[in-house]
């Protein structure tokens, strides 16, 4: 079908190497780029010897506050002298719901983050949702500004996680949000 898996999480990396490589192994047979988890700070020199190893990287996730990588100075503090493949999956509504604005986060984590699981939400507040991107409280397009100062290159995971059902339509105007935007920041470079 032309589909290639390029990003898998949020998923459990064990404590031990044994039960990590599972993981990488699975990843590496799959293709995937990146893998986002919460995996406990001891593990992380571990799990950066496996990124090396497997030419795989580790995108903390920060789930909303009180979550292990809910702020951005704990994930560079987790990483502090870890190679760049262990770096932060940006998900920019979790800062939202944590009372963060995602676009300070991604500017203090510069040349650490390895992916993102894009949202954009419909107010600032915990109980927020998901609307499609551009319509809501989260300055997609200073955030997509931000990525291309960056240079970022990695994965952009839409996830969107209100309207089960019938999500795909707004899916779909984050696309067109995303692929718009995109060639009218590139064009005014």
Not at 144 to 159: A, D, H, R, T, Y
């Amino acid at each position: 079908a032309g589909v290639r898996l390029v990003a898998y999480g949020v998923t459990g990396l064990g404590p031990d190497e044994a039960s990590a490589r599972k993981v990488f192994d699975f990843a590496k047979v799959m293709g995937i780029e990146v893998i986002q988890s919460e995996p406990s700070p001891s593990a992380l020199p571990m799990i950066d010897k496996l990124c090396r190893e497997y030419g795989i990287k580790v995108g903390l996730h920060n789930h909303p506050k009180p979550s292990r990588y809910w702020n951005p100075d704990v994930v560079l503090k987790a990483t502090k002298g870890l190679s760049k493949n262990v770096g932060a999956c940006a998900d920019t509504g979790h800062w939202i719901r944590s009372g963060l604005d995602p676009l300070q986060c991604l500017k203090k984590l510069r040349g650490r983050i390895v992916s993102f699981h894009m949202k954009d939400l419909n107010k600032k507040a915990r109980n927020a949702h998901d609307v499609p991107w551009g319509t809501g409280v989260a300055n997609i397009e200073a955030i997509m500004k931000e990525m291309l100062n960056q240079g970022f290159k990695g994965p952009v995971s839409i996830e969107y996680e209100y309207n089960w059902e019938n999500s795909m339509p707004d899916v779909a105007k984050c696309i067109a949000y995303f692929e718009k935007k995109a060639e009218e920041l590139c064009k005014s470079r």
